[in-house]
């Protein structure tokens, strides 16, 4: 997924990525041989991992867990039944393009922007 859509994204705003912080699970964390590691070495990304039991450090992406749980999850699970995987796929692509684009975000790195708008506050300061 790193490699499909979103290296492409910052890369297309000439925006450097120089590293990424994931947990430590294992579709993250496998040995060197690992597409996603080889990935990132060919593409000169530090591949950082959170410490076991530090939800500090790990807190953005413990509250987007919530948040597309509550979101989306816990509501489209009680009104459609998936007969596959793609279409699960497909309704989980669009909330995240509503959740990204559409829905402001409260907290101190956004501030009621949506995160595309902060996002590309970056590109602007870059121009």
């Given at each position: ?46 591949h950082r991992r959170t410490r076991v039991r530090t939800p500090k450090t790990n807190g953005f992406v413990e509250r987007f867990n919530g948040t597309i749980l509550d979101e989306s999850f ?54």
């Amino acid at each position: 997924m790193l490699h499909n859509e979103v290296l492409p994204f910052y890369r297309h705003l000439d925006l450097p990525v120089g590293a990424v912080l994931t947990d430590n699970g294992r579709e993250f964390c496998g040995t060197d041989k690992h597409p996603d590691e080889l990935y990132l070495d060919l593409n000169g990304i530090e591949h950082r991992r959170t410490r076991v039991r530090t939800p500090k450090t790990n807190g953005f992406v413990e509250r987007f867990n919530g948040t597309i749980l509550d979101e989306s999850f816990r509501v489209t699970m009680r009104e459609t039944f998936y007969e596959t995987v793609e279409a699960l796929q497909a309704d989980l692509d669009a909330w995240l393009v509503h959740d990204n684009t559409e829905r402001p975000h409260l907290g101190y790195r956004n501030m009621g922007r949506r995160p595309v708008e902060t996002v590309m506050s970056f590109v602007s300061q870059e121009a």
